[in-house]
């Protein structure tokens, strides 16, 4: 533990960099997560629908879900290839030593991800020429590709957060490694269930908002009304199941990473009866200043009665858990995302009562401006929840086997700052160009839909661009698209 | 183990170097297409013929690092720490050309499809151009464990040489590929178009490389003793025969076979480096053994591949038989534009 110490007085420079970037950029990425694994899901379940009740509207919702797809998807591409590269630009001590030993999950996911960049292309392309049916059926695989992708992702976070299948030599180095241990850690059932279901209600909340504030500004077409329904009805159905499976992490994190579950509920000493704070911050002594104390509740929360101990955060060296600062914040982005949560649940419960009792949606303007803002709210979750697992680790990158700091690129600081800035800009750029670019859809879909379409100036030099494919005086292809050669990866 | 997936490492960066080369080679081909008038037929054919597939041919780059990381570690770590710059600027380069391809398609404006078609031409030459960079440094010995980041790692006479033949291998293969897809969209002038293109980038190459020979004799010594002798060499001379070849092809206009060769011609000069390096990841430091991750780890990584293959060869396969047969094609404004039948109130 002393040349621990060591270490940790001798933070590079370029760490808070390399975390800035890290934090950065995945936390961009991981708002287009939500559509990347729940979107096909959502658009299939219009599509199915379409098909099966022969229902036009439904069919449409799905064809203009597979246009945002096409966009996001692209987005979603650029955005992880950076997260990949960051492995290495980073965090190059922590790939160099621990690649073999939990690196296998991202190979999964590398694989599923593949299958499911091709079964997007064939969906996304298939619209015009593909029989219905089979179109349909080619992209049923889709979610579970999905899945399979979170899979490798998160086997590999919840190695970072509980680490095992390897032994230590005599220098530090992890040998006999046992891969289905490290793979299948104590956290990965809790962290995956969790993850998986936040994506399905995120991606839910996301669409249906879009549709409730057309319904709000009086589109209560049934256009509208399908495209608030479909993916309301998913996001409102695991609402409460989100609610068992949160609990449970929660008490995974109690059990498995006590100085996390500490901080996240700002428990300075060991002890019993320990209150919950709702908010509140904690200072440096140890002391609690302002929130909402409520006695006991924490011991109960944790083990179901007052008596149960809670590890303190004093009961771990001070080099070795997160600061008074640290554990504010992710005490703070913990009880955030779970009040936005019960207000998520509260929601759905009230679109339950209602549609059981009447079989309506409800009336209520209040109602849709709480669901045009769900999608938002859930985002919020999303990100908090992630802010509380990566923060709660810290200082560690492999909990209790690297620092950080030890895990960091040898680039100097100013290296690493200026990628930052430059990485922001950019991404600063992408996203506003993606919104917009989004929005401009919308647009141009709500023109058409209240039938404006034909009155519409046309500008030729505008339409008639220069780039990309024009359909009627294209390269005398007729129309269909001609055959490529069979087997290149360039048809 | 470790031998078997370091030639998995090898298939893949030799996919990613066909699948995603051509792509770049087609961006490279973008940027030189001209002003928006004149440009724009090679643009659409570039835009339509990258479409369907860009996203999954730049999947291959990420399998790439991953059994880089998984397989080797540090290797990993030493080529992300001694190439620090490039990388990040390839990062940057990819960002940009991804973004910027994936908004030009749905922009309407001239202007804002201009500054979108300018950053996914731009990046599609630079990027290239530093992972080449990278492969140069690698191979003249620069990467060792332990090496920070300098700019010798990367600005040296090889990894120079290495980055502008890595732009000429992608335009070969952009230009090679354009030319089929011409040919099935029936444009016969695009046809000559990109043709003329091959034919100048496989002169620019084969320019590059005798520029290369007196210069990677001096700064690359380990590898050039290794490439002018054996297999390797045979490998180099199979690949130059079977450029020589797709030339003669495309000038009988044989253009179903000659993307083949085309390829074939890159994978035999990856295969011939591949081989010359053996048994050096990092000439003449690192060795694949050395290298190598935990047995367990790496049996998994095969059997995973093998997996994969099964789950992903069908679908590439069933995505690659629509595509011949003319199933594929973009969602037009028609099709999420048309009507909806007449909205019933709610």
Same mark, same amino acid.
């Given at each position: 533990?002393?040349?621990?110490?060591?270490?940790?007085?001798?933070?590079?420079?370029?760490?808070?960099?390399?975390? %800035?970037?890290?934090?950065?950029?995945?936390?961009?990425?991981?708002?287009? =997560?939500?559509?990347?694994?729940?979107?096909?899901?959502?658009?299939?379940?219009?599509?199915?629908?379409?098909?099966?009740?022969?229902?036009?509207?439904?069919?449409?919702?799905? +064809?203009?879900?597979?246009?945002?797809?096409?966009?996001?998807?692209?987005?979603?591409?650029?955005?992880?290839?950076?997260?990949?590269?960051?492995?290495?630009?980073?965090?190059?001590?922590?790939?160099?030593?621990?690649?073999?030993?939990?690196?296998? @999950?991202?190979?999964?996911?590398?694989?599923?991800?593949?299958?499911?960049? =091709?079964?997007?292309?064939?969906?996304?392309?298939? #619209?015009?020429?593909?029989?219905?049916?089979?179109?349909?059926?080619?992209?049923?695989?889709?979610?579970?590709?999905?899945?399979?992708?979170?899979?490798?992702?998160?086997?590999?976070?919840?190695?970072?957060?509980?680490?095992?299948?390897?032994?230590?030599?005599? %220098?530090?180095?992890?040998?006999? =490694?046992?891969?289905? %241990?490290?793979?299948?850690?104590?956290?990965?059932?809790?962290?995956? #269930?969790?993850?998986?279901?936040?994506?399905?209600?995120?991606?839910?909340?996301?669409?249906?908002?879009?549709?409730?504030?057309?319904?709000?500004?009086?589109?209560?077409?049934?256009?509208?009304?399908?495209?608030?329904?479909?993916?309301?009805?998913?996001?409102?159905?695991?609402?409460?199941?989100?609610?068992?499976?949160?609990?449970?992490?929660?008490?995974?994190?109690?059990?498995?990473?006590?100085?996390?579950?500490?901080?996240?509920?700002?428990?300075?000493?060991?002890?019993?009866?320990?209150? &919950?704070?709702?908010?509140?911050?904690?200072?440096?002594?140890?002391?609690?200043?302002?929130?909402?104390?409520?006695?006991?509740?924490?011991?109960?929360?944790?083990?179901?009665?007052?008596?149960? %101990?809670?590890? @303190?955060?004093?009961?771990?060296?001070?080099?070795?858990?997160?600061?008074?600062?640290?554990?504010?914040?992710?005490? #703070?982005?913990?009880?955030?995302?779970?009040?936005?949560?019960?207000?998520?649940?509260?929601?759905?419960?009230?679109?339950?009562?209602?549609?059981?009792?009447?079989?309506?949606?409800?009336?209520?303007?209040?109602?849709?401006?709480?669901?045009?803002?769900?999608?938002?709210?859930?985002?919020?979750?999303? &990100?908090?929840?992630?802010?509380?697992?990566?923060?709660?680790?810290?200082?560690?990158?492999?909990?209790?086997?690297?620092?950080?700091?030890?895990?960091?690129?040898?680039?100097?600081?100013?290296?690493?700052?200026?990628?930052?800035?430059?990485?922001?800009?950019?991404?600063?750029?992408?996203?506003?160009?993606?919104?917009?670019?989004?929005?401009?859809?919308?647009? +141009?879909?709500?023109?058409?839909?209240?039938?404006?379409?034909?009155?519409?100036?046309?500008?030729?030099?505008?339409i008639v661009t220069p780039y990309g494919p024009r359909e009627e005086a294209g390269m005398a292809t007729g129309p269909s698209r001609p055959a490529a050669q069979d087997g290149d990866p360039h048809g | 183990m470790a031998e078997a997936v370091a030639w998995i490492m090898l298939v893949v960066l030799a996919a990613y170097a066909c699948a995603g080369g051509t792509d770049y080679g087609a961006g490279f081909w973008d940027l030189c297409a001209g002003g928006a008038e004149r440009g724009e037929r090679p643009r659409r054919l570039i835009d339509h013929a990258m479409e369907p597939v860009w996203e999954a041919n730049n999947v291959w780059l990420i399998f790439l690092m991953i059994i880089m990381w998984t397989g080797f570690p540090p290797f990993f770590a030493a080529v992300f720490s001694a190439m620090w710059l490039p990388l990040a600027l390839a990062v940057l380069g990819l960002v940009l050309r991804g973004g910027g391809f994936a908004l030009r398609k749905p922009t309407r404006r001239l202007a804002q499809r201009r500054v979108y078609g300018a950053a996914f031409a731009v990046s599609s030459l630079l990027t290239p151009f530093f992972l080449g960079a990278v492969i140069g440094g690698i191979a003249s010995g620069r990467v060792a464990p332990g090496v920070t980041a300098s700019a010798d790692a990367w600005s040296n006479p090889t990894s120079i040489i290495t980055g502008l033949m890595t732009i000429g291998a992608t335009a070969y293969l952009g230009a090679v590929f354009l030319t089929a897809d011409a040919h099935r969209y029936q444009a016969p002038d695009l046809v000559d178009y990109f043709r003329l293109r091959a034919w100048c980038s496989l002169a620019a190459l084969v320019v590059l490389a005798l520029i290369g020979l007196p210069i990677t004799h001096h700064d690359a010594r380990f590898l050039w003793s290794r490439i002018t002798t054996g297999a390797p060499l045979g490998l180099v001379i199979a690949g130059a025969v079977v450029a020589l070849v797709t030339a003669l092809l495309l000038a009988r206009r044989a253009l179903r076979w000659c993307r083949y060769t085309a390829v074939a011609s890159v994978v035999l000069v990856i295969a011939a480096w591949g081989v010359a390096q053996r048994p050096y990841l990092l000439p003449t430091s690192l060795t694949v053994s050395q290298a190598a991750g935990a047995h367990h780890t790496l049996v998994w990584l095969v059997i995973v591949t093998g997996i994969a293959v099964v789950l992903v060869g069908p679908s590439l396969a069933v995505l690659y038989w629509l595509d011949t047969r003319g199933k594929l094609e973009a969602l037009a404004d028609s099709d999420t534009e048309q009507e909806v039948p007449p909205a019933e109130p709610a």
């Open positions: 533990m002393h040349s621990a110490l060591n270490l940790l007085a001798q933070t590079p420079p370029q760490t808070l960099p390399a975390r %800035q970037l890290m934090a950065y950029t995945l936390a961009s990425h991981i708002l287009l =997560v939500p559509m990347g694994v729940a979107l096909p899901f959502i658009t299939l379940l219009a599509h199915y629908r379409g098909l099966r009740r022969d229902d036009a509207v439904a069919l449409q919702l799905a +064809r203009r879900w597979s246009a945002v797809m096409a966009v996001q998807f692209a987005i979603g591409i650029v955005t992880g290839t950076v997260l990949t590269f960051e492995f290495g630009l980073l965090w190059p001590g922590m790939m160099g030593r621990w690649g073999d030993v939990f690196g296998l @999950g991202f190979g999964v996911e590398a694989w599923a991800f593949f299958l499911e960049a =091709v079964l997007i292309a064939i969906y996304l392309y298939g #619209w015009r020429r593909l029989d219905p049916k089979v179109h349909f059926w080619l992209a049923v695989p889709l979610p579970f590709a999905a899945l399979m992708g979170a899979f490798g992702i998160i086997a590999a976070n919840s190695w970072m957060n509980t680490p095992q299948g390897f032994t230590l030599d005599a %220098q530090g180095k992890p040998v006999h =490694v046992t891969v289905q %241990q490290a793979v299948f850690t104590p956290m990965f059932g809790p962290e995956y #269930w969790h993850f998986v279901v936040a994506m399905f209600l995120t991606a839910g909340y996301v669409v249906a908002g879009v549709y409730a504030v057309g319904w709000l500004r009086g589109r209560r077409d049934r256009y509208h009304r399908l495209g608030f329904t479909i993916p309301f009805t998913v996001a409102a159905i695991l609402s409460p199941v989100q609610l068992v499976v949160g609990d449970a992490i929660a008490r995974a994190v109690f059990h498995r990473q006590p100085t996390k579950f500490a901080a996240m509920e700002i428990v300075w000493n060991t002890n019993t009866h320990v209150p &919950e704070y709702i908010f509140g911050r904690l200072n440096a002594g140890g002391t609690i200043s302002g929130g909402l104390r409520i006695p006991q509740l924490d011991s109960v929360l944790a083990g179901f009665k007052p008596s149960t %101990q809670v590890t @303190g955060l004093t009961a771990t060296p001070e080099a070795d858990r997160p600061t008074p600062t640290e554990a504010t914040l992710i005490h #703070w982005t913990f009880d955030i995302m779970v009040l936005l949560g019960t207000a998520l649940l509260l929601l759905a419960l009230w679109y339950a009562v209602v549609w059981l009792r009447k079989r309506d949606l409800p009336q209520s303007r209040w109602f849709f401006r709480c669901a045009g803002v769900a999608g938002a709210a859930s985002l919020i979750c999303v &990100e908090c929840g992630w802010i509380t697992t990566e923060v709660g680790r810290q200082p560690w990158i492999v909990y209790q086997n690297m620092r950080v700091a030890q895990a960091v690129t040898s680039t100097r600081a100013d290296s690493v700052w200026t990628m930052l800035g430059v990485i922001l800009a950019l991404y600063v750029v992408l996203f506003a160009a993606f919104i917009t670019v989004l929005r401009k859809m919308h647009h +141009r879909w709500r023109i058409a839909d209240e039938g404006l379409a034909r009155n519409r100036p046309v500008h030729p030099p505008e | -």
